[in-house]
Every structure is written in structure tokens, then in C-alpha cells.
């Protein structure tokens, strides 16, 4: 009898130390929880500093708790970054209106009379899919998105091609985040039709497309003109990478001839953009005027090309001129045009001038082919450290009277909001910022297969600890988190990324890592 009780206790001894131990697995294998009130006095802020004089779907009262179920959480040590990030949140909110054609994003908080339907303006919707698309329910972008297409009786909305848009390739990169490929597969004879239409109305014998800088939404250029029919590298970059999208989508639906047709385009038109718009003398890309002469100014649409991957390494000298001061370096921002061309800044200011002055716009689009570029391309030009500066520098220019702000555009050394007190200027709705810190500097790459990638370009020297919790992807969820003693979440040393409550993958290391998602279970 002392002998089976002995072996009893034995027997319960192990199994208190089995269950004990994988408690303990189970506790330091799942994620940390960040602490969310610095979150809620950042919206309790905003909501002070807000007269509220406009309110579409979803109010300032309502603001805090639409953000906890729509958004990723971000916790940084660098509070300017932290709080901006959540500012864009809460503006984006802003300009979500309900329609009797669905959800839909304004561009300007106020109506303005070159706006269509619902005040809506196509000119930045492609940031606003780049931006949307890490919100957890996706049918206020598919709303949005229908609205442009088959809002009109079903057909586009009439003020849809008044300015250019790289719509299919943002559609594509959102599609890369929540990979439903039925939504992408029902639009797909859309944006075929779509595609077709812009070939109609500006595309050039020599295969090239034409726009005035007012249609890209860059009026008052160095290089444009609101009446000369030039070859710019922003529609033809953004039309190489629709027909890449297209593509992308017609072998997804096993239409194999399309998906061919439309990869053709793509290269022939990258080719084209190449040969017709890359000057070898300046190492940039510029526009091409309808003289025939190529313009003697670079401007930041120059760098656009990378926002989709498209320049090989042949093109990489364009990126020394981002970190020269004479060149697109500011002390407030990236310049929209180099600072020592003699135009630089001669248009006049308050106008919606891009001859120089910083646009967020401009400086969306360039962030993100900067991170490609460092990212994607063997060059030795730029570092980590020269995106987390620009990202910063762009963060920093979110202010006016002390009190965070965002508008059109801002003079490149003073940070002086250019349109001054302009009503229709604030929370204007025309770039990105919450994708640029998301997907570019804690380097959540959206791919299309079930693949975790994260390629930070923040550094241990920048940020000793951050968290992104809650991003929605590939219908998980996933937390990032970087500490680099353990200290600050007392879990494992480095970089954890989690997937729905389990660790997926561990690095010691601030670096890329990459893994199935399905190999956590």
C-alpha cells in the first residue's frame, strides 16, 4: 500500500511539473498586451482640439471606440511618430461618409466645387486604398472602391478619370492584405474596362501616356502645364503597374490569355518609360514636354517609378539626389522639386503650387519607393536610417500652432502650412502615413501566398522596443513586437511576431524574418 502511494504521488508529481511547464511555455509564447491608455488620451486630445464643424458616419464621440475595432495599435518610443500615427487614424475616420451608394473617403473635410458625387475626388484614391486596407473591416474600402466603378447606375462615376490614378495596383495591394480574391475577380472586367479608357483618351501613338500636371493633381509645376500634353513618369508609372495588377488578377482567375496580354503591356510600357523619360545627364527621371525636349527639372514625381518596382539598377543614381540639400532635402520635408533648379519656388504660394514646396502627396509616394529601393535593389546609397529620417521629418511636419495638423502643403524650410487658414485645408485627406509606418518602417510586407514577412527598416538604434498589435492579415491576426533587453515586455529577447495569441517566429535580431503562417500551429 506505502508503495502505491508512493507511486501515486510520483505519479502526480510529474504530472503537476508537465502541467506547470507548459503553462510557463504557453505564457511566455504568447503575445504581450500593449497598454492602450496613451492611445485614448491621444483621442481624447484630438476631440478637445476639434470644433467638429463637419460630421460624416462616424462622429469624434464615436471616434475612440470605431478606432479599437478598425485599427492596429502602435506603441513606440519616438511619441511624434506614436501620436501622429493615431492622429491619421482619427482624421481618416473623419472622412468616412455614409451614401446611398455605400460607404464611401473624402478627399476635403469640406465640399468643394471640383469635387463630383458626395464630394468625393479621385485624385488621391490610391492612398486611400494604401491606407484603408489595414482596416479590420473591409467593407467600408469595398464600398468605396464599387462606388468608382458601378456607382453611376452601375457604371464609373463620371468624375472618375479627372485625375490620374494607379487604382488596379492599389486595388491589388490591398487584395495582399486580405487576399479575397472574390472581390478582386468579380471587379476584374472593370478594370479592364478601365484600362482601355485611359489607352482611349491618353495614350500616344508611341505607346507613352500624356496628362496635364493639373490631372496628376500636381498643378503649377516646374515641368507641367495645365494645357501642354506631356509625357510624365506618374501616369505611365502608375499605368505599367495597373496592367501588372490586371494581370496579376487574370491568372488568378485562370484567364491565362488576358493575364499574358496584360504582362506584355506592362513590360513594353516599363521599357517605353525607360527609354523616353530617363535622362542619362541627370540620372532621373522628368517629364517629357510636348515639344519633344525632355524638361532640365527634377521634380520628386522622378521617384515614383519605384513606388512599383519598376527601374533596374541602371537608375539607381536618382536616389543620391533625396539625401542632397541642394537637392530634394529640406529641413521640413521632401521637396517636390529640386531646391537648386532656378524655378525653385517662382509660382507664387497659396495657389497649390508644386514647383518646390513639400505635398504630403509627394512625399507618400516617395517613401514608399524609398523603402523599395532600400529594400529591393542592390545599391549603396541609402540606409534604414535615411527612411526612418524622412519619415520623421514627415511625422515632425504634422503641426500648426502647436497643435497636431494636417493640410495641402507646407514651405520646405519654415513648415508653414501654405494654404493658411483655409477651412478646406485641414484633415486633408490626400496622402498616407499609418501604411508608411506599418508596412515601411516595422516592414509588414503583404504577399500573396501564407507567408509572414516582416523587414523592419526601423533599427535597434532608433527604437530599443516598439509593438504593432492587431493587424488583420490574411483573416489573422498578428502582433509585432521588438524588444531588444526584454525588459520592456518581459517576453524573449528581440523580435516576436504572433499569430492569433501564438508565437509564429523569434529573431535575437532587429532583422527580416520570414515564415508559413500555418507553421505555428
Known amino acids: 500500500m506505502n508503495q502505491m502511494i508512493k507511486s501515486l504521488r510520483y505519479i502526480l508529481f510529474i504530472l503537476f511539473i508537465h502541467i506547470l511547464t507548459n503553462c510557463q511555455k504557453r505564457i511566455e509564447n504568447s503575445p504581450p498586451q500593449i497598454?492602450?491608455?496613451?492611445?485614448?488620451?491621444y483621442i481624447k486630445l484630438f476631440n478637445q482640439n476639434d470644433a467638429e464643424d463637419v460630421v460624416n458616419a462616424i462622429s469624434n464621440a464615436e471616434s475612440q471606440q470605431w478606432l479599437i475595432e478598425n485599427i492596429p495599435f502602435l506603441e513606440c518610443p519616438d511619441k511624434t511618430i506614436e501620436r501622429i500615427y493615431y492622429y491619421r487614424w482619427w482624421t481618416f475616420r473623419k472622412h468616412l461618409k455614409q451614401?446611398?451608394?455605400?460607404?464611401?473617403?473624402?478627399?476635403?473635410?469640406?465640399?468643394?466645387?471640383?469635387?463630383?458625387?458626395?464630394?468625393?475626388?479621385?485624385?488621391?484614391?490610391g492612398h486611400h486604398i494604401m491606407e484603408g486596407r489595414w482596416l479590420h473591416n473591409s467593407r467600408f474600402l469595398n464600398e468605396y472602391i464599387r462606388f468608382w466603378f458601378r456607382g453611376n447606375d452601375n457604371k464609373p462615376q463620371p468624375h472618375f478619370h479627372k485625375f490620374s490614378s494607379w487604382v488596379a495596383d492599389a486595388i491589388h495591394k490591398k487584395f495582399l492584405v486580405d487576399l479575397d480574391s472574390s472581390f478582386v475577380l468579380n471587379l476584374l472586367p472593370d478594370l479592364i474596362e478601365d484600362y482601355?479608357?485611359?489607352?482611349?483618351?491618353?495614350?500616344l501613338d508611341n505607346g507613352l501616356f500624356w496628362q496635364f500636371d493639373v490631372r496628376d493633381g500636381m498643378e503649377e509645376s516646374i515641368s507641367g502645364s495645365r494645357t501642354a500634353r506631356n509625357i510624365r513618369p506618374t501616369i505611365?508609372?502608375?499605368?505599367?503597374?495597373?496592367?501588372?495588377?490586371?494581370?496579376?488578377?487574370?491568372?488568378?482567375?485562370?484567364?491565362?490569355?488576358?493575364?499574358?496580354?496584360?504582362?506584355?503591356?506592362?513590360?513594353?510600357?516599363?521599357?517605353?518609360?525607360?527609354?523616353?523619360?530617363?535622362?542619362?545627364?541627370?540620372?532621373?527621371?522628368?517629364?517629357?514636354?510636348?515639344?519633344?525636349?525632355?524638361?532640365?527639372?527634377?521634380?520628386?514625381?522622378?521617384?515614383?517609378?519605384?513606388?512599383?518596382?519598376?527601374?533596374?539598377?541602371?537608375?539607381?543614381?536618382?536616389?543620391?539626389?533625396?539625401?542632397?540639400?541642394?537637392?530634394?532635402?529640406?529641413?521640413?520635408?521632401?521637396?517636390?522639386?529640386?531646391?537648386?533648379?532656378?524655378?525653385?519656388?517662382s509660382h507664387g504660394t497659396g495657389t497649390c503650387e508644386w514647383d518646390g514646396a513639400v505635398w504630403p502627396f509627394a512625399s507618400s509616394q516617395t517613401l514608399v519607393g524609398m523603402a523599395n529601393f532600400i529594400r529591393n535593389y542592390d545599391q549603396h546609397t541609402l540606409v534604414e536610417q535615411?527612411?526612418?529620417?524622412?519619415?520623421?521629418?514627415?511625422?515632425?511636419?504634422?503641426?500648426?500652432?502647436?497643435?497636431?495638423?494636417?493640410?495641402?502643403?507646407?514651405?520646405?524650410?519654415?513648415?508653414?502650412?501654405?494654404?493658411?487658414?483655409?477651412?478646406?485645408?485641414?484633415?486633408?485627406?490626400?496622402?498616407?502615413?499609418?501604411?508608411?509606418?506599418?508596412?515601411?518602417?516595422?516592414?509588414l510586407i503583404p504577399r500573396d501566398?501564407?507567408?509572414?514577412?516582416?523587414n523592419p527598416l526601423v533599427t535597434k538604434d532608433n527604437w530599443p522596443w516598439f509593438a504593432l498589435e492587431g493587424v488583420r492579415y490574411h483573416g489573422y491576426e498578428l502582433s509585432i513586437f521588438w524588444d531588444e533587453t526584454g525588459e520592456k515586455y518581459h517576453k524573449k529577447k528581440g523580435l516576436s511576431v504572433y499569430v492569433d495569441g501564438k508565437l509564429l517566429v523569434h529573431s535575437p535580431a532587429l532583422k527580416r524574418v520570414i515564415e508559413p503562417i500555418d507553421s505555428y500551429n
Request: proline residues 4%; charged residues 25%.
Open 35 to 41: 497598454d492602450k491608455d496613451p492611445f485614448i488620451q
Open 99 to 125: 451614401t446611398p451608394k455605400g460607404y464611401v473617403f473624402t478627399e476635403f473635410i469640406t465640399p468643394v466645387s471640383h469635387a463630383g458625387a458626395y464630394n468625393t475626388i479621385s485624385c488621391a484614391l
Open 196 to 203: 482601355r479608357l485611359w489607352e482611349v483618351e491618353k495614350q
Open 236 to 345: 505611365n508609372s502608375y499605368m505599367v503597374a495597373n496592367a501588372k495588377a490586371i494581370s496579376s488578377f487574370a491568372f488568378m482567375g485562370k484567364m491565362e490569355d488576358t493575364g499574358r496580354h496584360y504582362l506584355q503591356k506592362a513590360q513594353r510600357l516599363s521599357q517605353l518609360l525607360t527609354d523616353s523619360l530617363w535622362d542619362n545627364d541627370s540620372k532621373f527621371y522628368k517629364v517629357k514636354l510636348e515639344s519633344g525636349t525632355i524638361s532640365d527639372a527634377r521634380e520628386a514625381i522622378g521617384f515614383i517609378p519605384w513606388y512599383f518596382n519598376i527601374p533596374s539598377t541602371e537608375q539607381n543614381f536618382a536616389w543620391e539626389q533625396i539625401i542632397q540639400t541642394d537637392g530634394f532635402k529640406a529641413p521640413k520635408g521632401i521637396t517636390t522639386a529640386e531646391q537648386r533648379h532656378p524655378e525653385f519656388r
Open 386 to 443: 535615411d527612411y526612418y529620417n524622412a519619415l520623421l521629418a514627415y511625422a515632425d511636419s504634422h503641426v500648426k500652432n502647436g497643435k497636431p495638423y494636417i493640410g495641402e502643403y507646407l514651405d520646405e524650410q519654415t513648415g508653414e502650412w501654405l494654404k493658411g487658414d483655409n477651412p478646406r485645408s485641414i484633415f486633408y485627406n490626400h496622402s498616407t502615413f499609418c501604411d508608411l509606418v506599418i508596412s515601411g518602417l516595422i516592414g
Open 449 to 454: 501566398d501564407h507567408v509572414i514577412e516582416v
